[in-house]
């Protein structure tokens, strides 16, 4: 059984920086990638950034520049550096983890950009 659980929101001023983390656990040795989706109300929800095992990233083009992406294949662990964060970013930030073809999901945490 995959889980995936997340920390790191909260509330923070436009411009401001937070920094998430996703710690995976359970049968995950042959996950392929980890990232970061998320979802604002009213609104579908929508990739902010990926990492494959090998190291390869992906963004959103509305985070390019100001997000980054880390990983530790052997901790099975995520990072999000969210730097000049904008009203916009306001979300429910989701921990995704891509295993056989099979997605997985932790519970969120919500990130607030509001002055």
């Known amino acids: 059984q995959v889980q995936l659980v997340e920390s790191g929101g909260g509330l923070v001023q436009p411009g401001g920086s937070l920094r998430l983390f996703c710690a995976a656990s359970?049968?995950?040795?042959?996950?392929?990638?980890m990232g970061w989706y998320r979802q604002a109300p009213g609104k579908q929800r929508e990739l902010v950034a990926t990492i494959t095992r090998g190291g390869s990233t992906n963004y959103a083009e509305s985070v390019k520049g100001r997000f980054t992406i880390s990983g530790d294949n052997g901790k099975n662990t995520v990072y999000l550096q969210m730097n000049s964060l904008k009203p916009e970013d306001t979300a429910v930030y989701y921990c995704?983890?891509?295993?056989?073809?099979?997605?997985?999901w932790g519970r969120g945490t919500q990130v607030t950009v509001s002055s």
């Open positions: 359970g049968s995950i040795f042959r996950f392929s990638a």
């Open positions: 995704n983890l891509v295993l056989l073809g099979d997605d997985y």
